[in-house]
């Protein structure tokens, strides 16, 4: 699948389990206008992700708005995919609401204690809560 985000210009590459994708083009969708250009899989299997600039390869995890994801960004992104206000989730994980708010503005770092009782309450891994560290060159 190829989609591209109009404002910035990014294409993405995109494989993996239907469930999956589905999730990260509407977390995408949450900050920018995403269009998809083709459901057709990519030719080669084994090339690294890669956002399409014009005509010249980068690496997804090079772009701004990779580095820009952190915990909280993904945390709001999963309560929001799941149709829940801050105060509803405090309900459903025990955790208060300024709290929550906290977690997702970055004014406090998620715990690993806490990210499990939200995933709990979301019925999602709480390791989705945390980007996916940068490949380092070897």
């Known amino acids: 699948m190829s989609a591209v ?8 590459a995109l ?15 949450q ?3 995403v269009e998809i250009l083709t459901q057709n899989a990519p030719k080669n299997r084994g090339a690294k992700t890669a956002a399409r600039v014009d005509d010249e390869l980068i690496n997804l ?21 799941h149709n829940l206000t801050q105060k509803q989730l405090s309900a459903k994980c025990g955790i208060g609401q300024t709290i929550l708010s906290a977690y997702e503005t970055g ?3 998620l ?3 806490a990210a499990i009782k939200i ?6 891994n709480f390791t989705k809560f945390q980007p996916v560290p940068p490949v380092s060159a070897s």
Request: charged share 25%; aromatic share 8%; glycine share 6%.
């Open 111 to 113: 715990t690993q204690k």
């Open 5 to 12: 985000v109009n404002q910035p210009r990014i294409e993405i």
């Open 119 to 124: 995933g709990r309450a979301l019925n999602e």
């Open 61 to 81: 995890r090079d772009t701004a708005f990779w580095q820009a994801t952190t915990p909280g960004k993904l945390l709001a992104g999963y309560r929001l995919k």
């Open 107 to 109: 004014k406090r770092p």
């Open 31 to 33: 900050k920018f206008q």
């Open 15 to 29: 494989s993996g389990a239907a469930t999956d994708l589905a999730e990260l083009l509407t977390f995408l969708r």
